[in-house]
């Protein structure tokens, strides 16, 4: 079995999959982390790797960037492939000025513009949550391991917000009692195919630029310098039933 974008069968990928946005990452991710793996597709370059992780099958797939390529991937890997839980793991920008660089954000709920629910589904749709299971376990994770998290609401962009001519009129459109504290660009189609498929999705972040700090993460330090929360999202997939 495949289906236009992935060449693997069907059993090939496990059903926890830890989603990184960079190909790159994901094979970083399982040359360092993972045992026994497998690379099982590299259709367009988006690396999936199925292997082991304490013992617990994982697989680890790149999405790309943005909603249409994240929802692509998700929506075969719900629908198709049997599986089961997503976290993904991705870089943001931070919207409040006591987050620093690198530290990890975990989203509960996603604002988007987008019309991604309303092309998909029909569904006038702008605001999405996480789930609460995941999430939980995620929390639960990062308190036993000593990992520091913020939770927070977050926006997710139709381009680079860095890159928007002015970020306080995106802000302005976003509802007044919803106070992000990030922004990404591929959460919110994670989260709405989780909803209408009946499946789980969690997205980590990592701070790698702020509209309060003048440095930006490089790309070097995006792909391997996330190591803590990479880590955070492997330790509570074994958490996961």
Request: glycine content about 2%; hydrophobic content about 45%; some cysteine.
């Given at each position: 079995m495949s289906t236009p974008h992935n060449e693997a069968n069907l059993g090939d990928i496990a059903k926890t999959v830890i989603m990184p946005g960079d190909p790159l990452r994901a094979?970083?991710?399982?040359e360092n982390f993972l045992s026994e793996y497998k690379l099982v597709n590299s259709v367009r370059g988006m690396y999936a790797y199925t292997g082991k992780y304490n013992n617990k099958e994982i697989t680890v797939m790149a999405s790309g960037m943005g909603m249409p390529s994240m929802g692509i991937y998700c929506y075969e890997l719900y629908k198709f492939y049997d599986v089961e839980n997503i976290i993904r793991i991705g870089s943001c920008g931070a919207y409040k000025p006591e987050l620093k660089l690198f530290?990890?954000?975990?989203?509960?709920?996603?604002?988007?513009e987008s019309n991604f629910a309303l092309t998909l589904n029909n569904e006038d749709c702008h605001i999405v949550s996480s789930n609460e299971y995941l999430?939980?376990?995620?929390?639960?994770?990062?308190?036993?391991?000593?990992?520091?998290?913020?939770?927070?609401?977050?926006?997710c962009t139709d381009c680079?917000?860095?890159?928007?001519?002015?970020?306080?009129k995106?802000?302005?459109?976003?509802?007044?009692d919803f106070n992000p504290v990030s922004a990404e660009m591929e959460?919110?189609?994670?989260?709405?195919?989780?909803?209408?498929?009946?499946?789980?999705?969690?997205?980590?972040?990592?701070?790698?630029?702020s509209k309060y700090i003048k440095e930006i993460a490089t790309a070097e330090e995006?792909?391997?310098g996330l190591n803590t929360m990479i880590k955070l999202?492997?330790?509570?997939?074994l958490n996961i039933q």
């Open positions: 094979k970083y991710i399982a530290d990890i954000i975990l989203s509960e709920n996603v604002f988007s999430n939980n376990i995620i929390k639960d994770t990062a308190k036993k391991t000593n990992v520091n998290l913020y939770l927070g609401n977050t926006v680079f917000d860095v890159y928007m001519t002015d970020v306080n995106f802000l302005e459109r976003v509802p007044k959460a919110f189609a994670l989260f709405y195919v989780a909803k209408i498929l009946n499946k789980k999705a969690s997205c980590l972040m990592s701070v790698v630029d995006r792909q391997t999202a492997l330790d509570s997939s």
